[in-house]
Nanobody, 115 residues
Framework: VQLVESGGGLVQPGGSLRLSCAVS????????MSWVRQAPGKGLEWVSS????????VYADSVKGRFTISRDNAKSTVYLQMNSLKSEDTALYYC?????????RGQGTQVTVSS
């Protein structure tokens, strides 16, 4: 299984970023996918998950209403649109197979929210 995240960067508070994760070597079309994050000095935090066909999405309370998860099964890619970013969103963001934090993760993409 290989997961490659991209799209991170430095953004000002209130700004937006769109993360992408390309997946290979995995039954992408038939599985949940998730985004998780790890802030400096903290543990892994689940952010959002999406069902195999995109019909169901779930979010952590901390990002609900600001982040949107989506997927393109034809491209084996999962996305995370992040709006109204806050300093507390600063973290290394990973996509992960399955639902939650226990699946296989990629190398991550850094998101830094700072003025």
């Amino acid at each position: 299984v290989q997961l490659v995240e991209s799209g991170g960067g430095l953004v000002q508070p209130g700004g937006s970023l769109r993360l992408s994760c390309a997946v290979s070597g995995f039954m992408f079309t038939y599985n949940w996918m998730s985004w998780v994050r790890q802030a400096p000095g903290k543990g892994l935090e689940w952010v959002s998950s999406i069902y195999s066909d995109g019909s169901e999405t779930v979010y952590a309370d901390s990002v609900k209403g600001r982040f949107t998860i989506s997927r393109d099964n034809a491209k084996s890619t999962v996305y995370l649109q992040m709006n109204s970013l806050k300093s507390e969103d600063t973290a290394l963001y990973y996509c992960a197979t399955g639902y939650g934090t226990r699946g296989t993760r990629g190398q991550g993409t850094q998101v830094t929210v700072s003025s």
